[in-house]
């Protein structure tokens, strides 16, 4: 299937895998590419830039095909060391780079000179347009459905979508609810060019987490997500645990008053404790509404070649019937 996101990065299908903090290792990064797709490797997961290098060669030994790396530009107080990371991106010979978080303008002309594709993570149409003027390649479109962060206005994909398609000129792929082949031509037909899958593929094979964050997800439905941090501007969409209640208890409690510190044990390192130990109560950790549609843990070309050959048949056999009535 040719899309403008295929012939942008060189792929075969028009699928990317989100950047996700302990999950996007070179091992799903690669699997997900060596499978027609475009992997990324979530750069900030890699405590230094040196780090990335090594992650990056890394997943150069497992795939000769094209794959990214994310970088999220994060609003804190000591800053990681970005001009570092992306001189491990450049020096790695990435040609693909998913932003998400702050406006990455800052960083484009570095990036652009060496020939990167930039494709940034927007949870608004006013936020699309901004990336478009910035010179971003391309945009994923995130919507209300998503794990992570969905932003604060709330707009769900069947709005979005169109939306971001009457107004952008770039391509955009569909992120936010996003797991097989009904979705991707749901995807196509609502003006996008593809689409971006986070949760769907922290449940693959080649995914480096726990055995218990899989089953966790598999064993989720479309109802088992919350909305934690919304008093605090930053919400985060995450699979409800024991951690998640504490927590909104918190918020439910402290009210206008509630702080980034009252919430801190909940939020704060939590990932390696959960991604690679498996414990499941120790906070919140980012999952989609799209868990309800996730019922096995395939590899990711079984997953990636199932979701082709189902929405060929969707275009070819179940739509095109419509049309002989």
């Keep these: ?184 031509v749901a995807a196509l037909a609502l003006g996008a060019e593809g689409m971006n899958m986070g949760t769907r593929f922290i449940a693959t094979q080649e995914a480096p987490v726990h055995e218990k964050v899989k089953q966790a997800i598999v064993a989720a439905s479309e109802l088992d997500t919350r909305l934690v941090m919304r008093p605090l501007r930053n919400t985060e969409r995450v699979l409800n645990n024991a951690a998640v209640e504490r927590l909104l208890e918190k918020e439910k409690t402290l009210g206008a008053n509630l702080k980034f510190e009252d919430i801190i044990e909940e939020v704060a390192g939590v990932y390696p404790r959960i991604m690679q130990s498996g414990d499941m109560d120790a906070g919140a950790w980012s999952c989609g509404m799209v868990a309800g549609l996730i019922h096995d843990v395939p590899t990711c070309k079984q997953l990636i070649d199932g979701i082709m050959a189902q929405a060929e048949q969707l275009i070819t056999q179940r739509l095109a019937g419509f049309q002989r009535g």
């Design 1 to 184: 299937m040719k899309t403008r996101i295929t012939e942008l990065f060189g792929i075969e299908h028009p699928i990317i895998q989100g950047g996700m903090h302990y999950v996007g290792l070179a091992e799903l990064a690669a699997a997900v590419s060596n499978a027609g797709g475009l992997g990324i490797i979530t750069g900030l997961t890699q405590k230094t830039p040196e780090l990335l290098a090594k992650e990056i060669a890394r997943c150069r030994e497992m795939t000769d095909k094209p794959f990214g790396v994310n970088l999220t530009f994060l609003p804190t107080v000591s800053s990681p060391d970005y001009p570092g990371y992306i001189q491990a991106i450049i020096d790695g010979g990435v040609k693909a780079v998913e932003t998400a978080g702050n406006n990455p303008q800052k960083w484009m002309p570095l990036l652009k000179e060496h020939g990167i594709k930039v494709i940034h993570k927007c949870t608004s149409v006013r936020h699309a347009l901004k990336a478009e003027a910035i010179g971003c390649d391309a945009v994923s479109v995130d919507g209300f459905e998503c794990g992570g962060h969905p932003g604060e206005d709330d707009v769900p994909n069947f709005i979005l979508l169109p939306r971001a398609a009457e107004e952008l000129k770039i391509p955009f792929v569909a992120s936010g609810g996003m797991a097989d082949g009904r979705s991707l």
